[in-house]
Nanobody
Framework: QVQVVESGGGSVQAGGSLRLSCAAS????????IGWFRQAPGKEREGVAC????????HVADSLKGRFTVSIDKANNTLLLEMTSLKHEDTAMYYC??????????????????WGQGTQVTVSS
């Protein structure tokens, strides 16, 4: 079975930082990607970042580059999302997904098979 578990969400003031973790385990496919997505109420889900566990570099959405960083914590087999200089507009439910294909990038939600329950990030002004 495949398990995708997010953690690290919470409430933070604007300008603050949060680190989200995604532990993805099980047989979700060779050479697949793990991604972070977010969705605010009334808005479409959007890709935040993605990375192959065996890769040395991931991908971050253009609009979030410079504030968000994605990396692999190999010691704990988790995908990390470092979020800094958080803005109110970053408030959303953040989801981790596994089993992603790479096709014109890895930030489209339809590329992924397995999804976690999500972790809420709330940024107050």
């Amino acid at each position: 079975q495949v398990q995708v578990v997010e953690s690290g969400g919470g409430s933070v003031q604007a300008g603050g930082s949060l680190r989200l973790s995604c532990a993805a385990s099980g047989n979700f496919g060779f050479n697949t990607y793990i991604g972070w997505f977010r969705q605010a109420p009334g808005k479409e889900r959007e890709g935040v970042a993605c990375m192959a566990p065996t890769s040395v570099a991931g991908h971050v959405a253009d609009s979030l580059k410079g504030r968000f960083t994605v990396s692999i914590d190999k010691a704990n087999n988790t995908l990390l999302l470092e979020m800094t200089s958080l803005k109110h507009e970053d408030t959303a439910m953040y989801y981790c997904a596994a089993g992603g294909r790479y096709n014109y990038g890895c930030l489209r939600d339809e590329l992924y098979t397995y999804w976690g329950q999500g972790t809420q990030v709330t940024v107050s002004s």
